[in-house]
């Protein structure tokens, strides 16, 4: 079984409490406690476009009709803001997670002016690839 991953609001309440370079580290934690993706998993079809970093993100659906996404990025601040934008929405219904603001979700993160903006261009696209999948899953 997974690490069951940290809520939003917590994940939310220590970078508040952190500054600059505290902030940096909690995002690679973050990106640390993702679930392992397999290799095969990495390809063209999984990948977010837009990104400088390379990021994959692959959902799966349990019997429940929760979502839970595997992803991952080959540099450690990427993958922590994909870890930070899952964080809003995995092991939810697919019907919520396609429902779910998530750019409001993460407003209080202030991303773009804590990191810089090659970084966080790909989250706009992280964020509709995420919830195109999940309104497929749901209507489907």
Known sequence: MPNAPRSLDDIREEYEFLDGDERYRLLIELGRDLDP?????????????????SVWVYPTRADDGTLHFLADSNAAITKGIVALVLSAVQDRPAREVADTDIAAALEPFDLKNQLSSNRTQGVPNMIALIRETAARYADG
Request: charged share 30%.
């Open 37 to 53: 993706m397999p290799d095969a998993l990495k390809t063209d079809a999984t990948r977010v476009r837009g990104c400088s970093a």
